[in-house]
């Protein structure tokens, strides 16, 4: 993957990258997304042999020792995405040398050391950032959209499941598996992405959390299965299992978000991929409509190097607090959500929900823009249209059915409720014998 994109190392615009711990994640992923947002890979450090040549493959400098490419003025920022016990020393020694740091989570591997390298980076004065993807996914983003504009009420409740099979010989090093190095298993791990998702999507913190955990498959010393609840300061719900025990070919990554109108679903989203999809589900008739998800096939990864800029170090962004990094697992110096609001989460862009009435059954439905299909029509109820969907607008239905109307408010209409709106309606229903739907205060009506 890193070879299709070794000739974008070349440029000199973007900001020039330091990589300390040049694994998989960083050569699957991250340094593509790197490279794909505009940034350039200047260096890496690795103790890895195999490691140092795939990076000198792409054009950049491969360094053994850590203060090599500490010393180089052309790396302007540093990654690091070692495993999780030297995360520490790394971020201690890159603010010492004034470069701003991305570090891969989890923080560190214990609270003690979260607090530790806190202080450092506010001691130093060096932007500083947790590398959490998934509130850069596209369907994450569109979620985070359509809760701040009301399309499924008020939020309830939210569920995720993140997991997949991870066993003893998963990798050649596996030091996940390593209590000593990675600091835990699938909670450790895996966790943090649901965490730090489920406050960029409901925009507030969590108040208080536990888990559970269990050692019941995988033959090694940490857990391979945890699961979380939780509540945020509003008094939303959370539930998270994460796990290293389930079969790849279950469904095993699924986000679900509850309220009083609707639910959004999301399937095959969580994870460091494209793709996936997300629906929003009617709370009234449970019908299933496809949530639209702008930049659908756009990596996680790029997403969260693009408001990295050049001069970022000299920004002026406040470093974390040692509060703020100890008592949340996200420390986000560039997230979107705290870009141009003083440190404060950005709300979602309020998206207005308009009525659409399908010309073929005339089902209402509230969405964003003309949907792709009828939910009613494809729920085998009805002919499918030939020529495709077409669907009306209050302004065009209104002419058609002259009377039979009344305005409740701005795109709302309701039926009106006398004698001769019903003979005509039962009059009409005998002629096409649909089924037939009807709009009042925001409520979807079967009859």
């Not at 996936?276 to 790029?302: K, T, Y």
């Not at 073929?360 to 495709?388: I, K, M, S």
Request: a positive charge.
């Amino acid at each position: 993957m890193l070879d299709a994109l070794s000739a974008t190392t070349s440029g000199t615009t973007g900001l020039g990258w330091g990589v300390i711990g040049f694994g998989w994640v960083a050569q699957d992923y991250a340094v593509p997304g790197l490279l794909d947002a505009g940034g350039r890979l200047v260096a890496i450090a690795d103790p890895d042999a195999r490691a140092r040549r795939r990076a000198a493959a792409l054009g950049a400098r491969a360094e053994k020792e850590l203060r090599a490419l500490l010393e180089d003025p052309a790396v302007q920022a540093v990654y690091v995405a070692t495993p999780n016990h030297l995360h520490r020393a790394a971020v201690e020694a890159a603010v010492a040398a004034g470069k701003p740091v991305l570090c891969e989570k989890p923080m560190a591997t214990t609270l003690a050391e979260a607090e530790a390298m806190a202080m450092a980076v506010r001691r130093a004065g060096i932007p500083y950032g947790t590398a959490f993807d998934q509130r850069h996914h596209p369907a994450h983003q569109a979620m985070r959209d359509a809760i701040a504009a009301g399309a499924i009420g008020k939020v309830t409740a939210i569920r995720i499941a993140y997991a997949c099979w991870v066993d003893p010989g998963w990798a050649g090093d596996n030091w996940r598996a390593d209590p000593a190095r990675a600091g835990g298993g699938a909670l450790m791990d895996l966790a943090p992405h649901g965490i730090d998702l489920v406050q960029f999507l409901l925009g507030e913190p969590l108040l208080e959390i536990a888990a559970l955990t269990q050692c019941r498959v995988q033959d090694y010393a940490v857990d391979d299965g945890a699961l979380l609840i939780g509540r945020t300061v509003s008094g939303i719900l959370v539930q998270l299992h994460v796990a290293y025990n389930c079969p790849e070919a279950l469904p095993r990554r699924r986000l679900e978000v509850l309220g009083t109108t609707g639910q959004l679903l999301a399937e095959r989203t969580m994870g460091q991929t494209a793709g996936g999809r997300v629906w929003r589900i009617d709370g009234r008739l449970g019908l299933r409509v496809p949530l639209p998800v702008p930049e659908a096939g756009a990596s996680p990864s790029r997403g969260r190097w693009r408001p990295l800029k050049p001069g970022c170090a000299a920004a002026g962004t406040p470093p974390p607090s040692r509060s703020t990094a100890t008592s949340t697992p996200c420390v986000c110096w560039s997230a979107p959500m705290r870009r141009r609001t003083g440190g404060q989460p950005r709300r979602g862009r309020r998206m207005p929900l308009k009525p659409y009435s399908c010309a073929n059954c005339g089902h209402w439905q509230r969405y964003f823009a003309p949907p792709p299909d009828c939910p009613v029509c494809t729920d085998t109820r009805n002919d499918l249209p030939e020529d495709g969907w077409r669907f009306l607008t209050v302004e065009e239905v209104r002419p058609m059915l002259r009377g039979h109307w009344r305005q409740l408010g701005r795109d709302m209409v309701a039926f009106l409720d006398h004698a001769a709106a019903r003979a005509e309606r039962h009059r009409l229903a005998a002629a096409a014998p649909r089924r037939q739907y009807r709009l009042r205060s925001g409520t979807l009506l079967h009859r």
